[in-house]
């Protein structure tokens, strides 16, 4: 039998929130087992704790936002998908802000530092959530479909489907969690043009830049439009009649986009509680749609 996993030491890592723009740190911990994942917000009164469950999510607009009816902590997506998808099983991380660091945007730095610190062995057996008959998920409102069916390991497909003729339709999968770090951990979040303003006006990307994600401008707007939200994120104005991916670093893989969801998906499927014995195909898949299927899972097991 598998044993149970956590890290042998803890580490911290630093930078400034994406939608607060806070200069921020987290740090993950070695737990006992059958801890599971918590989360808990230090820089509050009792330093409250937060158990990590689909149940616990009370916001998807722009990542995956976890309460416990009081405080609450966003963007944890990354860092619990390097954690679910590495096997380590229980972990406590603490941050001192009302959500994740940023970073460069991806799982990398995350997946890097759980990998040099090292992975304990403890003694309790690994239990795990064995899908014994599909479960399917459809949303008519974003046309996504998440599926599950039976499978020997935990394995993960992804299709993302955009409203453009300049950037392809992407598909990218993940047939090995050991291929996590090397195939999936660098691909960084992404987001439109056209999404900017909503986004800025609702308070949110405060943090957010060309050097932790990606932007992609699929749909032609007015110059002036455009030379707006060129300022509001105080990169250079760029030609509006020129589509395409607008970044610092170039794209570490065609498919960056679609890598990035299926990080994603893993990391909003570890809410589930236990890691999963099966494979996961998501069409369109979105923060609001991965957390009623992690909870749709959870309700069937």
Sequence with gaps: MEKQRTIKEGFKLSSKGLHTGLDLTVEFCPAPENFGYKIQRIDVEGCP????????????????????????VSTIEHGLSA????????????VNGPEFPILEGSARLYVENILRVGILEQEAEKEYLVVK?????????????????????????????FDSSSISNQRAELKHMDD??????????????????????AGLIKGGDLDN????????????????????MNIPRMDAKKLGYINHRPLVWENEPARHKLLDVIGDLSLVGKPI??????????????????????ANS
């Design 133 to 161: 008959e599909p479960i399917e998920y459809r949303d008519e409102q974003s046309g996504s479909v998440l599926r599950i069916e039976p499978a020997e390991d935990f394995s993960v497909s992804v299709v993302v489907s």
């Design 49 to 72: 704790i937060i158990d990590v469950l689909a149940e616990n999510v009370t916001d998807t607009q722009r990542g995956t936002v976890l309460s416990n009816g009081v405080e609450r």
């Design 83 to 94: 954690l679910y998808a590495l096997g380590i099983d229980n972990c406590l991380v603490k």
């Design 213 to 232: 994600s990606i932007v992609l401008y699929e749909r032609e707007m007015p110059q002036d439009r455009y030379d707006r939200i060129a300022d509001a």
């Design 180 to 201: 996590f770090a090397t195939e999936i951990a660098a691909a960084r979040t992404f987001v439109f043009v056209r999404d900017i303003e909503p986004l800025l006006a």
């Design 277 to 298: 014995k099966g494979f996961v195909t998501a069409y369109r898949p979105g923060h609001r749609v991965n957390n009623q299927f992690a909870r749709l899972i959870r």
